[in-house]
């Protein structure tokens, strides 16, 4: 049995745990700062759950191992900075930006960049957090305490936003899954629909993009690419370099789900092409309290992290895969029956995105 190191141990490492088991693979979700030593044997292998990591005994002694897989993406990636300057090398669409260093005035960002611009923390930030508009008509200023630490970027007056993640093993094979619709809400990832027929135009184009990051990066596993849709034309908005929330849907909805294609590559198991099932929907369970009543629902597959419920924190997910959209929206309305008042319009957005696309 081959052993598979996680370094994190939130509910991605968990959820790849769980897909290696019918591998034969041993996941193991390393807590960064437990007192004990992973056990790390020479034929072992270790990724990671997460982008960065602060040194501690436990990611000093995981990094340092020499199967730890993409090593040096993760630092490249983790900077937004670095990350930026990988999709413009490579020729790559993403929002225009610039390094927030100690001289760009204000004045200069809105010049180069427009009325609406972004800044970012180069780390660290997650779910919109390290994040600051900077707005010409209200004359925002910049703070000092981000300088050097932040990019910024343009305002994009985006049509709807989607993700796409891909698979590559070590002798380059890849594979992606479609594209998936997604309604961030207050910087956080709420819901998402795939695949829909109305974007099947836009995934060669996507897949095309982030093979190209692929390979570039002689990456191996599962890697993210978070876009715009402006018209006909995708733009990057960011990069992930591990299983990503985007994709939780193919846990039900494709034959080999984001999480078991990240465990095979890592491990060196043949890949093969995800056959997907249907539409997928899945809703992100956001400070929402356990209810046992989820479980009831037909066609609903929820998926509960077993973290505490705090206001806000992704505590679980519901999937939904179609078998004929009546059924899809019957589940779904029970659902938002079941769900605080807040998700009524999540719901009505994923059930629009579903029956738009069978309309089309
Ligand atoms: P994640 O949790 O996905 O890592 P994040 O907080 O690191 O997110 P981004 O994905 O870069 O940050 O931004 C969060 C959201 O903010 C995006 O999904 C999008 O809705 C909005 N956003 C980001 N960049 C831009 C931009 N240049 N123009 C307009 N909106 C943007
Ligand atoms: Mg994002």
Redesign the pocket.
């Known amino acids: 049995m081959s052993r598979v190191w996680v370094l994190g141990h939130g509910q991605l490492g968990a959820m790849l745990q769980h897909a290696a088991m019918p591998l034969n693979v041993d996941v193991v979700p390393v807590d960064i700062d437990s007192a004990q030593l992973p056990d790390l044997q020479p034929e072992d292998v270790v990724t990671a759950e997460r982008e960065q990591w602060p040194q501690t005994p436990v990611t000093e002694k995981l990094a340092t191992h020499p199967n730890f897989v993409n090593l040096d993406v993760f630092a490249r990636l983790a900077d937004?900075y670095t990350q930026k300057q990988l999709l413009d090398q490579l020729g790559l669409a993403t929002?225009p930006w610039r390094l927030l260093d100690d001289n760009l005035s204000a004045a200069e960002i809105h010049a180069a960049l427009g009325e609406?611009a972004?800044l970012?923390r180069r780390t660290g930030?997650?779910?919109?957090?390290?994040?600051l508009w900077l707005k010409q008509a209200e004359s925002t200023a910049i703070p000092d305490d981000w300088r050097n630490l932040a990019i910024v970027?343009?305002?994009?007056?985006?049509d709807e936003?989607m993700a796409i993640v891909g698979v590559r093993d070590r002798s380059g094979n890849k594979y992606f899954y479609p594209l998936t619709l997604?309604l961030?809400l207050n910087?956080?990832?709420t819901a998402s629909v795939a695949p829909l027929q109305r974007l099947k135009k836009l995934q060669r184009k996507a897949e095309l993009m982030l093979g190209t990051l692929l390979d570039e990066l002689d990456y191996v596993g599962v890697l993210a690419m978070?876009c715009?849709r402006v018209g006909d034309e995708l733009i990057v908005?960011?990069l992930?370099p591990r299983v990503h929330?985007t994709a939780h849907w193919t846990q039900a909805g494709a034959s080999v789900s984001q999480f078991e294609s990240h465990v095979r590559a890592v491990a060196g198991i043949p890949l093969a092409k995800p056959q997907v099932k249907g539409l997928n929907v899945m809703i992100n369970l956001l400070g929402t309290p356990y209810d046992e009543r989820w479980w009831a629902i037909s066609g609903a597959e929820p998926y509960w992290y077993g973290k505490e419920v705090r206001p806000g924190r992704k505590v679980g997910h519901i999937t939904f895969t179609h078998s004929g959209d009546k059924r899809l929206i019957q589940g779904l309305d029970e659902l938002k029956e079941l769900l605080p008042p807040r998700y009524e319009e999540v719901i009505d957005w994923v059930e629009a995105a579903v029956e738009g696309d069978s309309a089309e």
């Open positions: 937004r929002a609406r972004l970012k930030g997650y779910d919109g957090r390290g994040q970027e343009q305002g994009i007056n985006f936003e997604t961030q910087g956080v990832l978070e715009f908005n960011e992930a929330n």
